[in-house]
Each structure stands twice: as structure tokens, then as C-alpha cells.
């Protein structure tokens, strides 16, 4: 990928735990996206819920996760959607 202008932030910060289902990504202060497990409304277990795909499509077998916090305030450009889902997987890309 080729950028033309400066990106709008300096500081990428990442960080996962792929097993306890949780990770954070945030770009400066202009977006964080807070990941966590998907819990049960009757008792707030965590779900162990994958998504399987057979043949394959990104990935074959990946676990579903909840979007805690997903917040972006660019000039221009500001949303915020929590509550929705992710996915974590081991992902094999070939050139």
C-alpha cells in the first residue's frame, strides 16, 4: 500500500491475546478499538464461539469476539461502533 499524505496519526499501538479473546488497537488518539469475549446475557460466561468455514475463504476456523469499544474521531470522519463482533484467526497469505 502507497500513501501520498501524511497520516493523520504517529503512534500504532497492538496488542492480543489470542486464547483469552481480548486485544486492543489504537491509532494516536484519533481511534481505539477494545476487543473482549462474547458473554452470555442470562450469567456473563464467555462464549468459546467460532466461526467455521470448511473451505476456506480468509481463514477456516476462527473465534468470534465482541467489539467492547470501536471509536474513530478524524476531522471529517467520527463513529463509534461497540457491541459489534470480530474475529480472530490464523490467516495464511500467499503472493
Known sequence: M???QPLPFGRI???FEREGR???VELDDVARVQLGPVLSNVDQ???DA???LPSGFIFRDARIINTDQCEV???GLQ???ANSNAFFSEVEYNM
Open 22 to 24: 481480548t486485544g486492543v
Open 2 to 4: 502507497r500513501f501520498t
Open 45 to 47: 460466561s464467555e462464549a
Open 73 to 75: 474521531t478524524l476531522p
Open 79 to 81: 463513529f463509534n461502533h
Open 50 to 52: 467460532h466461526l467455521v
Open 13 to 15: 499501538y497492538a496488542g
